[in-house]
């Protein structure tokens, strides 16, 4: 009766040691493991702390600084098992929950609108001499394309998500400054929705045709995107003069945006590898809190790491008129163009640039 009473004792419970990962590894070791260097993994933990710092009776409760890591390193590596004991030493189930609550609370819209933003009339004047430093194009506020997100295949509606690539993705519409950083960003199409369409129904539109953003600003757009007042594409085929002469200045402008997308997902590995959260939403989610830590980090100026970049640090602006150069033929995209637009940019591209005025 005593042996069966002993063995009924309730056995203590053992803790994985946690490392304070935050004190022991150098900036550039955080940088590389979870995008952010020590000083910028306290400012966005500062952002969501009363959310994450709820009251339990669990013991060994995980930090709030400790929620932001395991969700840090989930998007720096895309891969849920790594996340799970390297570090921080919790379970799957807990890191599972954990990205879940995080997301959460980086996605409220209070924190986004903070960091993914158009920019403010007072400011417009300011991109349009950046972009002009580019390559001279005038009148430009935003370069704008679309990148998809691989997914797994979805329990529903897998037709609209297989996209013409024969994978199955999210459309995600991104538009970028001449500094490479997100100034507007959708991400809910399915991938077989066409950019144009995306374009067609966002609230950036009526932004633009309603008088909120003012006249004289424009977006550039490869051929895929109908041709509109504020939305410049390429001529498919220039003729010699002013014609090529915008075309060869609007294909080094706009060669920002597949820059900046290739800087974003570089940053960002879980956005090259297929994002297997379920649901949808929660893989939304994941884009936008991508699409925040890169301002965050363009904002800190936190570096992409040179193995990182394949050799190559941040892009300047002459390396990117220096990558346009190197390909001086006309855009071979063939899209549709709407007849609405083309006008304006005939009269935008004789004022411009047209020589021999």
Known sequence: MAEQQELRVRQPRVFRERRDVLNELSDNELIKRYILDREGIVFVTDLVRPVLLRPTVSNKALTPEQKVLITLRYIATGKMQLCNGDDIGVSQQTVSRVITQTLDALCAQHILKKFIKFPANEHLHQKKEEFRE??????????????HIRIVKPKQFQIEYLNRQSYYSINVQVVFDAKYKIIDLEAR??????????????????????????????????????????????????????????????????????????????????????????????????????????????DRNIQLLLEDYSGHGQPSVEDNIQMADNDDDDDDDVGYQAHDGLPYRDEFATLYFNNEQ
């Open 134 to 147: 580019v390559a001279g194009f005038p009148e430009v506020i935003g370069v704008i394309d679309g990148t």
């Open 189 to 298: 199409w399915p991938g077989s929705v066409n950019d144009s369409h995306i374009l067609h129904v966002c609230g950036m539109k009526r932004m633009f045709e309603t008088g909120a953003v003012p006249a004289g600003c424009h977006l550039l757009g490869d051929s895929e995107y109908d041709n509109k007042t504020w939305l410049l594409t390429p001529y498919l085929q220039p003729q010699l003069g002013y014609q090529l002469n915008y075309n060869r200045a609007h294909k080094k402008t706009l060669s920002v945006v597949e820059r900046g997308i290739d800087q974003w997902k570089r940053r960002f590995p879980v956005l090259h590898s297929e994002i297997c959260l379920t649901p949808l939403g929660k893989v939304c989610k994941i884009i936008f809190v991508c699409a925040m830590l890169h301002n965050i980090c363009k």
